[in-house]
């Protein structure tokens, strides 16, 4: 089983849409999540920490449930803007080391 | 405030040669980080430096990869000889605690 396992996508969908991006961890000791944006042929950046509680930005809502080893990431009203690769990201131990996942490519279209 | 840099953004060579890039971390930053992202796959972990100090290298090929970080600023990450599985982004990344900052990357094409 891989370490951090997405949706395979890609997603196409109109702006407007909700569109949500699923995640698997397999290392239950794992601490910290995280989701990436990488736009095409760019570095990946931090697009928002994933808590518990569940956190929110804006358009962008990250839910974590440990005990499933699971992470979403919901967007709603969709803007061109958004369409980029995003990579779920988990992390543990004392070093900060990040194991990233494969990406999920998301299109919004006109 | 600066980000990290990184040298060159793209590089060609043949199978059998050798390459090496160059990264400035963020000021301050003392963690820094090699990895390798081939198309279609997220950025996989070769190396970490703590200071000039190695802290994770389990994933580095180290038959024909090496990185230094010497005095604890700049690295560079050497690839010899080159193999066509080389072929992918290299990116660099620094941080002080889990968010870290990423490089514009170098793109390496072997032929």
């Known amino acids: 089983r891989k370490e951090v396992e997405q949706d395979p996508g890609p997603f196409n969908v109109p702006e407007g849409a909700t569109v949500a991006f699923n995640c698997t961890y397999s290392?239950?000791?794992?601490?910290?999540f995280f989701w990436y944006r990488q736009d095409c042929r760019k570095e990946p950046k931090l697009l928002m920490s994933v808590y518990s509680s569940g956190n929110e930005d804006g358009r962008f809502t990250a839910q974590l449930n440990r005990a499933s080893q699971y992470i979403s990431l919901l967007i709603r009203d969709s803007k061109l803007s958004d369409s980029a690769t995003y990579l779920c990201v988990v992390t543990g131990g004392s070093n900060y080391k990040l194991t990233f996942g494969k990406g999920t490519l998301l299109t919004v279209n006109p | 405030e600066a980000g990290v840099a990184q040298s060159p953004r793209y590089k060609i060579i043949e199978k059998r040669q050798s390459v090496a890039f160059w990264c400035n971390p963020i000021s301050g930053h003392a963690t820094l980080y090699w990895y390798q992202q081939i198309l279609g796959q997220g950025p996989k972990l070769l190396i970490q430096?703590?200071?000039?100090?190695?802290?994770?290298d389990s994933q580095l090929p180290k038959d024909r990869f090496s990185a230094e970080r010497l005095k604890g600023v700049d690295s560079t990450l050497k690839i010899q000889p080159a193999k066509l599985e080389d072929s992918a982004v290299y990116l660099c990344?620094?941080?002080?605690?889990?968010?870290?900052?990423f490089g514009p990357g170098t793109r390496l094409t072997v032929t």
């Open positions: 430096f703590q200071n000039n100090g190695v802290v994770d």
């Open positions: 990344a620094s941080s002080i605690l889990y968010e870290q900052y």
């Open positions: 290392n239950s000791a794992s601490q910290s």
